[in-house]
């Protein structure tokens, strides 16, 4: 029995030295193209991570950032939340009549998105907390659920979680697989990526910083629900950003990812640290398979930050030479 | 070299099984007498940790929250905050001489704490405001750590962070082991609990929820700082807490442990979810070897949470049957 013991924990040592050797050898993000990009990421995770090193992190200061919209799943034609809202403003018209001659809901409702928006910040605004606020927090977790899970993309017919960047995924696995803790900090709302994220990024709601708005305690016939009020609590986007990474994580990244004049912010602050520091733009260069737009664009802009990034050397991927795929497979 | 091998791995082997059978014996809260208190926390655990059983929860849904004043550690004769505020309002003093002709802070310097305080919420809110802000959060998290390292309590002269509980400090341990991941829900400040949190209870800051100012993101000569406003932001007491957690946490926890009223909202939302809940108050009943107040305090009222624990069958703690030790042994 004991002879048997120690047979099976010699075979199973035996198993993990060869897994060992295998890690070491197996491209830890294989859709990323050798070059510059691929390898700074690689670099920095063998320099944190050696023991020893004057470079060494512990792992409980390995806290890395990701921005959501643009950096982890696409934005284009318009940030995915945005579409989500405009379908939930038609489920709900049925229960408000008043909406056909009130802007922004009577041109959204008459198919003219365009028009709808016109109304700037504003009209945005107003159709958010139309869609967003009135209901609980369980209801509403339901609502994004059901979304998630069966509205499709107008441009590509996938769903909005098939549209995820397969070599994203790869980065995010790889931090954990080397003790990082990975972080959503989204311009978009908390509770709209909470629903999901753990299933399709592997990060937990716990994990997940964003905009939200305000919630109020409430006990109806005895039982306690959140309410969400249509009154905003906080814009986690631009300067938002190191706010809500200090609010939540309470201390400072040493590696964040964005996409836009968005994160900037996030990126000085995080660079800013005294240990090694990384940081990554990824750069919208390929118009065939995804969309190209950086410093004009209304969505995703990507002016300063590209200045920026350049004088600073931030890694700056280019998303047409540095990724082998774009988007990851789509589930069945 | 090999047989070395299967030999050490055997021997290490039989040290693990060792342990475990220790465990198993092993009382996992020894400062606890025994009795109802003890037995439903154990019980609890052992519950929603077996595998198998309907009532077992996976290690990712393990969050259990704690309120700080009053639940891990002393609150009398005022929250420790609060003097902490007080010695800070005397260290600044040199730098506002227009304190000495304004209240609250003219009967402060004067020593007088009641006159100081006789003016409410007001009076605290403006205390807590010029001894809070106007830094940065790095500065900020100085001053925090070198007061908890130096200050000493006027009753017992010990460390603040030598009047944790020790009983408490053991359930934080034993629920950590059971894979639960353990959060501060407090009504103190965010900023004032994270430098020493993890030093002294094992809670990361991002484990860390409580009330906060605001904060801004500046580039003073291009490093970026988040500046501490005079200005409230949120408020993580009585309806707030469930607030709080819902924010941070994006799930509902199964295990709450408070001591006053404004923990009964955090005790109501995590007992009202569907899997087994837990909730637990420390009740202040040991006038002797620590304080005794519950209905009619001003400081951690414990009246209607009474009430609401006997109708509900929460776990209520009397301090001087349940606990062996108050205090955790002084570290030097």
């Known amino acids: 029995m004991k002879q048997t013991l120690i047979t099976a ?12 050797a295998m890690a070491q050898t197996t491209d830890p993000i294989p859709s990323w193209n050798d070059g510059k990009a691929k390898q700074s990421i690689i670099d920095f995770v063998k320099k944190v991570t050696k023991k020893g090193s004057s470079d060494y992190v ?30 939930r403003v038609k489920a709900l018209a049925p229960e408000h009549p008043e909406w056909k001659d009130k802007e922004p809901f009577a041109s959204l409702l ?52 098939d549209m995820v960047y397969q070599p994203m995924l790869e980065v995010l696995t790889y931090l954990r697989a080397n003790d990082f803790k990975t972080y959503i900090v989204s311009g978009g709302g908390i509770e709209f990526m909470r629903p999901w994220s753990e299933q399709v990024y592997g990060i937990p709601p716990e994990q997940v910083i964003g905009s939200s708005i305000k919630t109020k305690f409430e006990l109806r016939d005895g039982i306690p629900v959140l309410v969400r009020l249509p009154e905003i609590n906080f814009i986690d986007d631009g300067a938002g950003k190191p706010v809500g990474i200090n609010q939540h994580i309470g201390r400072r990244p040493i590696a ?13 602050w995080t660079t800013a640290g005294q240990v090694p520091r990384f940081a990554l733009y990824v750069h919208h260069t390929d ?25 600073k050397g931030w890694t700056v991927v280019d998303m047409k030479r540095d990724w082998k795929v774009i988007y990851a497979p789509v589930k069945r």
């Open 110 to 161: 008459k198919g003219d998105v365009k028009d709808a928006l016109a109304g700037g910040e504003h009209a945005i605004l107003e159709i958010l907390m139309a869609s967003h606020a009135g209901n609980t927090t369980e209801e509403f977790e339901k609502i994004v659920k059901n979304w998630i899970a069966t509205a499709k993309h107008p441009k590509t017919g996938r769903l909005y979680t």
């Open 9 to 20: 924990v010699a075979l199973g040592l035996a198993l993990i030295f060869n897994d060992l």
């Open 58 to 87: 512990t792992p409980a200061e390995r806290i890395a950032v990701f921005d959501n919209d643009g950096t982890l799943w696409a934005e284009q034609p318009m940030y995915f939340q945005l579409l989500f809202a405009l379908d």
């Open 287 to 311: 118009g065939e398979r995804e969309w190209a737009y950086d410093r004009d664009s209304s969505i995703g802009r990507l002016d300063k930050g590209l200045d920026e990034a350049a004088a």
């Open 256 to 268: 964040a990812f964005g996409n836009s004049d968005g994160d900037l912010q996030m990126l000085q």
